[in-house]
């Protein structure tokens, strides 16, 4: 039997946003400055969905976890740089046994609407992307969130890793801080997590907040 190749999918609402999902696990695609690519946590057996995209110029790595993908897509996009945080670079490297560039590169090479951001309060170096575009905010997390669709929900919803708070929370006061502020100037209609299911809809804020309290 044929392995069927995971196709690369539009954001709905993000025209430069493109999505790979293979089981639980999703890589994330955000059209660069120069109409090239950049793959947010390239996932293991889903280079080839990008075959026939735009070029890849980079591959980035959220957080010291996310990792497993990488060999594959360095041998698919030769040419495309390796990124990380400075923090997530020291185990990337020793897992990986390569080397990763700093996200300076990366932030120059993407177009206005798309931030790199870097929570507070986790012990993993996890990078956010923000996109702001159209009427869409979106978030596209690694491990903090994931989506949960259960049997019977009409839509997803957010919802925690049950390894989570074990493996990648370093200080939940200092992360829901965080959270809170990044709230407070912008809220987020649509959050991409690497695990699950997207989340879409208008109570994300409270939503968030609520499930932070759990913690």
Not at 46 to 56: C, E, I, L, N, W
Request: net charge neutral; glycine share 8%; hydrophobic share 40%.
């Amino acid at each position: 039997m044929t392995r069927q190749i995971p196709s690369m999918q539009n954001l709905e609402g993000a025209d430069n946003v493109w999505t790979v999902r293979r089981g639980n696990l999703r890589s994330t695609a955000v059209a660069l400055a120069d109409k090239g690519l950049c793959l947010y946590s390239p996932v293991e057996k889903t280079s080839k969905a990008f075959a026939d995209a735009k070029a890849v110029q980079f591959l980035l790595a959220p957080n010291h976890y996310h990792n497993k993908g990488i060999s594959e897509h360095v041998t698919t996009y030769p040419e495309a740089a390796l990124v990380c945080s400075d923090a997530a670079r020291p185990r990337l490297e020793k897992v990986t046994g390569r080397l990763f560039g700093s996200l300076s590169a990366l932030s120059n090479a993407l177009p206005p609407i798309v931030d790199l951001v870097e929570p507070d309060g986790l012990k993993t170096g996890e990078v956010w992307m923000v996109i702001r575009t159209g009427s869409e905010v979106v978030w596209v997390v690694t491990d903090t969130f994931c989506g949960v669709l259960e049997k019977g929900d009409d839509a997803a919803r957010l919802g925690f890793l049950k390894t989570f708070p074990k493996y990648g929370l370093q200080d939940k006061q200092r992360l829901s801080i965080w959270i809170g502020n990044r709230l407070g100037t912008e809220v987020p209609s649509i959050v991409v997590p690497c695990h699950g299911e997207i989340v879409r809809g208008a109570n994300l804020k409270p939503d968030m907040l609520a499930l932070l309290d759990t913690l």
